[in-house]
């Protein structure tokens, strides 16, 4: 089936350490993002990719980082540098050419609490 | 700076009445406005895209709308699995980023 997997679903980490949270797509889909949800607030974009090899900051990249190596995987690592990593994680995708009418399409999240 | 802005932030229908949900928003050179159904820890889930004022479309008892300042969620005869959180998301373009608003979180009682 053509989807958006995240994984894990539920990760625990321990203040100090650095966890990478995994994203992969089959949709042929060129671009894609990593937003972060916080109770009560709309989705912030932390980083987005439009191409292999390339990645630009969002609106909220301080104590994150990201790779894109394959077209079908963006990994995001949360470091030891945020603050407050406790949150809802969504990965989400945007097809590129005549694929692109401008909507993304999202995975069903990771939920990263810190101990 | 595009700005998005949803109300009421929760809503509590009766099974069977019907409402709307309102989304405002400030961008410059709206591209195209979306619509988002989120259920409890599940990522959203893609309703519709609207283009330009006096645009509508519809999906079973959903029917969105948009205007040059402000696009509605109409919601007729609602049944309780139509409870979640509805999100609104603009866009400059189709390779732009998606500015998102707080979401509405409708509750529909049987």
């Known amino acids: 089936d053509g989807g958006i997997t995240q994984s894990p679903k539920y990760l625990f980490r321990k203040e100090g350490q650095n966890v990478t949270l995994s994203c992969e797509q089959n949709?042929?889909?060129?671009?894609m993002y990593w937003y972060r949800q916080d109770p009560g607030q709309g989705l912030r974009l932390i980083y987005y990719?439009?191409?292999?090899?390339?990645?630009q900051k969002g609106d909220i990249a301080e104590g994150y980082s990201v790779s894109r190596e394959k077209k079908e995987s963006f990994p995001l690592t949360v470091t030891s540098a945020q603050k407050n990593p406790t949150a809802f994680y969504l990965c989400?995708?945007?097809?590129?050419?005549?694929?692109?009418?401008?909507?993304?399409?999202f995975g069903e999240g990771s939920r990263l609490t810190v101990l | 700076e595009d700005q998005v802005t949803q109300s009421p932030e929760a809503l509590r229908l009766q099974e069977g009445e019907s409402s709307s949900l309102n989304c405002s928003y400030t961008?410059?050179?709206?591209?195209?406005l979306f619509w988002y159904r989120q259920d409890p820890g599940k990522g959203p889930e893609f309703l519709f895209t609207?283009?330009?004022a006096g645009e509508e479309k519809e999906k079973e008892r959903l029917k969105a709308t948009l205007t040059k300042k402000e696009s509605f969620l109409h919601i007729t005869a609602p049944k309780p699995e139509d409870s979640a959180t509805y999100l609104c998301?603009?866009?400059?373009?189709?390779?732009?980023?998606?500015?998102f608003g707080k979401g509405i979180t409708l509750s529909v009682r049987p």
């Open positions: 609207l283009y330009s």
């Open positions: 989400a995708t945007r097809g590129g050419g005549q694929l692109n009418t401008g909507e993304l399409f």
């Open positions: 990719s439009q191409i292999v090899n390339d990645f």
């Open positions: 949709l042929n889909h060129d671009a």
């Open positions: 961008v410059s050179g709206l591209r195209g």
């Open positions: 998301a603009v866009t400059r373009g189709a390779n732009s980023k998606l500015t």
